[in-house]
């Protein structure tokens, strides 16, 4: 579409009214002939003299008539087109929303961030709010699945992810009869680049209060992922060395967790003594009162 300069003659003040009336903002193409086929791609040219005639050269010499017709492609945009809403994440869309992250994060240059504090920064700083990123990823979810996402549902769900990724890790961090899984571990390990910045709570102990081992905790949730991450000079047999390092790292954690477990017992066992005590002379006390009534 031609973007009209101003006027270039020294006996012209102003511009064709016809022509001025015609901007990239109004959906209009301008032709120059009747057929409307050849667009006008020239600066068009009017001398004050003559407040109807349009000239395509500036010395005046080549007389044009503008038709005009309207851009019906800016009628029929995508944005315009309808689409059924969308009940409910399936898995192809959840994978396609991580996949859609791990593009805005990849964007800048700085690979993959190594903890969620970081991660959410980062999605925040891309789009200048949270909900620009939010509205983003709903079009580029719509257009894909050809449903209508809601910005909000697509946060949520998001955070339902994080969520997630967070219980496992947290669940797996110590030994116990079930193990928790996420349908999506794998894909937010990958996201993370397999770290993480969730502090595990303290335990408390009949040796007072121990912290949990980011060490085993690792490894912990490593042997749970769905998908075992391998470098290409992993040998698949683990050097014996580490296997027993291993070995006793388990051991240690499961003597704890019996400690922990004896400890909680006994004061339980603790609490309902006084509280039968206490019950008991509390009865012994009424008696004595009925007596001297």
């Known amino acids: 579409m031609p973007i009209f300069s101003d006027i270039n003659k020294a006996d012209v003040s102003i511009i064709w009214q016809r022509t001025a009336k015609v901007s990239t903002d109004s959906g209009m193409t301008l032709f120059v002939d009747s057929q409307k086929s050849i667009a006008l791609n020239e600066q068009l040219y009017q001398a004050a003299r003559e407040a109807t005639t349009c000239y395509i050269d500036d010395a005046m010499t080549e007389r044009v008539t503008v038709y005009v017709t309207e851009n019906l492609e800016a009628e029929t945009s995508p944005a315009d087109v ?3 809403p969308n009940e409910s994440f399936n898995r192809e869309q959840t994978r396609f929303l991580i996949d859609l992250i791990r593009s805005q994060l990849e964007a800048d240059g700085r690979g993959l961030p190594r903890t969620f504090k970081e991660l959410n920064y980062r999605l925040k700083s891309a789009k200048g709010q949270k909900k620009n990123l939010w509205v983003d990823m709903a079009n580029k979810l719509s257009k894909h699945f050809m449903e209508t996402f809601d910005p909000s549902k697509v946060a ?8 997630g990724y967070k219980k496992v ?9 079930t193990r928790t899984r996420f349908q999506f571990f794998t894909e937010m390990e990958e996201l993370l680049d397999g770290h993480h910045d969730i502090d595990l709570a303290p335990v408390g102990t009949v040796h007072g209060v121990v912290g949990r ?21 992993a040998s698949p047999t683990q050097p014996l060395r580490k296997r027993k390092r291993q070995e006793d790292d388990y051991s240690t954690l499961l003597d704890f967790l019996r400690e922990s477990e004896a400890a909680s017992q006994r004061r339980h066992e603790e609490i309902l003594a ?3 005590s206490a019950q008991k002379g509390f009865e012994e006390l009424m008696c004595k009162f009925l007596e001297k009534m």
């Open 82 to 84: 309808t689409f059924p």
């Open 156 to 163: 949520r769900k998001w955070y339902t992810l994080e969520d």
């Open 169 to 177: 890790l947290e669940h797996n961090s110590v030994s116990s009869p």
């Open 213 to 233: 081992r980011r060490k085993t905790f690792s490894m912990d949730c490593q042997r749970d992922s769905s998908v075992a991450r391998q470098t290409p000079a």
């Open 274 to 276: 006084q509280m039968k």
